[in-house]
């Protein structure tokens, strides 16, 4: 009997992945939690072979209620229940221990088939997922030039967010604002905003200045 978790802050949601589950001959949910804290409280106390855990969440997400719940019982297998495709949130998810992610608008069959598939050890990405690591696996293989010099950027007092990287990095290229916003599936204005951040740390106003002074900054 494989005993399922349910991890979300909307009570219908909650309630309807019970429902489904406990149809299932071979499955029961032992517990539902609002928040990544009654996550962790009920993973000590019921000791669930899988969790859903929601990603956005008060008191405490789900990716760091997964981290801990990873960290405490990394036997417990983790699907991330999620209805946005935020690269940053699934890359998050995945690179600290995450087993999958499950959509929520999955149907019911989908979904406990995929539970199913979990507790084989089957990496869960769905397809919309899949195909968005895909892209921001391919991004990072072709861009140059690459990683910081960190040490250098802490001499000069800099620091730069993965975000401002990641723009930092395409726009050392002299990619335009628009081919930015479509890499990284950000708006233009959204990409302006944070140059305006980045010329301001290093102290210039010029784009072509920018780009020699962050090119200081970079492995070749």
């Given amino acids: 009997m494989i ?3 349910v991890v979300d802050d909307q009570t219908l949601l909650r309630e309807g992945l019970q429902t489904i589950i406990n149809l299932e001959e071979d499955m029961r949910t032992v517990g539902l939690a609002a928040n990544g804290l009654e996550a962790i409280e009920m993973t000590a106390s019921f000791s669930p072979d899988l969790v859903l855990m929601d990603i956005k969440m008060p008191l405490l997400n ?3 209620g997964m981290k801990r719940i990873k960290k405490d019982y990394p036997d417990t297998i983790v699907l991330m229940l999620t209805t ?6 699934i890359i998050d998810a995945m690179a600290n221990g995450a087993d999958g992610f499950l959509l929520k608008d999955m149907a019911g069959e989908q979904i406990v088939q995929t539970i199913r598939e979990a507790m084989k050890g089957h990496l869960i990405l769905p397809a919309p997922i899949a195909a968005k690591l ?7 293989s072709q861009t140059e030039p690459g990683p910081f010099y960190e040490h250098a950027l ?7 967010n993965e975000k401002e990287r990641e723009i930092i990095l395409l726009l050392v290229q002299e990619k335009p604002n628009k081919q930015i916003a479509s890499t990284l599936y950000m708006s233009e204005g959204t990409i302006r905003n944070y140059i305006s951040v980045i010329y301001s740390k290093i102290g210039t106003n010029d784009r072509n200045a920018a780009i020699i002074r962050l090119k200081e900054f970079l492995i070749p």
């Fill in 84 to 89: 946005f495709l935020e690269d940053n949130l």
């Fill in 62 to 64: 789900g990716i760091d």
């Fill in 134 to 140: 895909t892209a921001r696996l391919s991004y990072w």
């Fill in 154 to 160: 802490e001499q000069n007092g800099l620091y730069f």
């Fill in 3 to 5: 005993q399922v978790l």
